[in-house]
């Protein structure tokens, strides 16, 4: 008996073709980890019951062996979603490294999009602010209080943080500077640098961030990480 997409049988299925296994040869095949990179019910019970495995080897596209698999759509992997699902998606198979790199560019690529839509035409970001003044000394600094949106702008992209060594960034902490800067041939990575240095800024230069969403450069900026991720 041969059983092909086992991964796709129940645990009780399973167990009904070990015990049929005792009277005949029973062979099955199919995937061992689903998009998510967790094992398939299924491939489970199998891998717990089967008399002896055997793993057919496969590459990825950057020649290592492929042990996981990715679900694509539009070009970008999916991170969440029903186990099985039936419609236009592509299935890759990728080695742990590139399976990494696809969620990395998926979360970006997610993130990228829901800021696109939050400050598109954003007049306003945030209001300012001063501390208030403490027994006899005056300690008035001006800063912004930001809107919800921009709070998170902030968490999710300082995730996105990149430390490598050889990617070294150096921008002057003025705006003018920062709408001077030529962002036609810059990659993805160059970008999510840039918007983390201005998260650093804003701290000694308050409001930078505030200009940059509001003027449309943030959204320039979000474009070209959108385009080249």
């Not at 019910?41 to 042990?67: H, I, M, Y």
């Not at 419609?87 to 490294?97: H, R, T």
């Not at 839509?117 to 300012?128: C, H, I, L, T, Y």
């Amino acid at each position: 008996m041969i059983l092909d997409e086992c991964h796709f049988a129940t645990p009780k299925q399973i167990e009904t073709l070990r015990d049929i296994a005792e009277s005949v040869p029973v062979y099955a095949f199919g995937l061992k980890t689903n998009f998510k990179s967790l094992l398939f019910d299924g491939s489970k019970r199998l891998l717990e019951l089967a008399d002896s495995v055997e793993e057919l080897k496969s590459k990825c596209a950057c020649g290592n062996p492929a042990t996981l698999n990715g679900r694509f759509t539009k070009g970008f992997m999916q991170l969440e979603g029903e186990e099985i699902v039936l419609g236009n998606n592509l299935y890759k198979g990728l080695c742990y490294s590139c399976f990494k790199k696809e969620i990395f560019r998926s979360q970006v690529y997610g993130k990228v999009c829901k800021y696109l839509d939050a400050f598109k035409d954003r007049k306003s970001v945030g209001v300012w602010s001063t501390d208030t003044a403490r027994d006899s000394m005056v300690v008035e600094r001006p800063f912004v209080i930001y809107d919800k949106d921009v709070q998170e702008f902030i968490s999710d992209f300082d995730e996105f943080k990149t430390k490598d060594s050889k990617d070294i960034l150096i921008v002057e902490d003025n705006v003018k500077f920062l709408e001077k800067i030529k962002i036609s041939d810059k990659d993805s990575q160059y970008m999510l640098m840039l918007i983390t240095c201005v998260f650093k800024m804003e701290k000694n230069k308050p409001g930078m961030l505030k200009t940059l969403i509001e003027s449309g450069i943030m959204t320039k900026w979000l474009n070209q990480i959108k385009k080249t991720i």
